[in-house]
T-cell receptor
């Protein structure tokens, strides 16, 4: 079945460092890809999404490009802030399904130090 | 937009007892999802409603689990004869038919079965 694999954390960075969190997927068809973020004590929030190959999703300085040839959707940010500390989840929605059922990766904890 | 509300935030119960959780989605959202998240894992899909109709159930959802959305508004998830393996965070999410790929998650109900 469809699955998502993302790099294990925690990822610890200093403020203003460059961030990459790797995500690869296995899927039949053409899923949509997502990054969700969970700040401490809060529910998951959609950070960005891409619906087809070569699309780039972006939000709040974060970017990810849907790479069909490498089945990847890596999350990047050029300069992280302390406020970016959170758990980041890569996810896909099954293609052709009647629902937007999401399949999530295991999450990557990002800790940004001042 | 008051967000997705889940109650209670925490539930501690003894093995064998029944528990019920409630989810109030964003008012205009007709789609509602239940997910389960265990420590160190990403959320796993349990079930999905469109209005009052339960359209999909995961094989993860044993017959001890039942979910309802009687009037197409709030939803309840009941677990009968709880087991220690049911201990997890139970997440509810909702989405609008106009933007059904963007799920809004509640903060979850943390269940501990002793």
């Amino acid at each position: 079945g469809d699955s998502v694999t993302q790099m294990e954390g925690p990822v610890t960075l200093s403020e203003e460092a460059f961030l990459t969190i790797n995500c690869t997927y296995t899927a039949t068809g053409y899923p949509s890809l997502f990054w969700y973020v969970q700040y401490p004590g809060e529910g998951l929030q959609l950070l960005l999404k891409a619906t087809k190959a070569d699309d780039k999703g972006s939000n709040k300085g974060f970017e990810a490009t849907y790479r069909k040839e490498t089945t990847s959707f890596h999350l990047e940010k050029g300069s992280v802030q302390v406020s970016d500390s959170a758990v980041y989840f890569c996810a896909l929605s099954e293609w052709g399904g009647a629902t937007n059922k999401l399949i999530f990766g295991t999450g990557t904890l990002l800790a940004v130090q001042p | 937009d008051t967000g997705v509300s889940q109650n209670p935030r925490h539930k501690i119960t003894k093995r064998g007892q029944n528990v019920t959780f409630r989810c109030d989605p964003i008012s205009e959202h007709n789609r509602l999802y239940w997910y389960r998240q265990t420590l160190g894992q990403g959320p796993e899909f349990l079930t999905y409603f469109q209005n009052e109709a339960q359209l999909e159930k995961s094989r993860l959802l044993s017959d001890r689990f039942s979910a309802e959305r009687p009037k197409g508004s709030f939803s309840t998830l009941e677990i009968q004869r709880t087991e220690q393996g049911d201990s997890a965070m139970y997440l509810c999410a909702s989405s609008s038919v106009l933007n059904d790929e963007k799920l809004f998650f509640g903060s979850g109900t943390q269940l501990s079965v002793l």
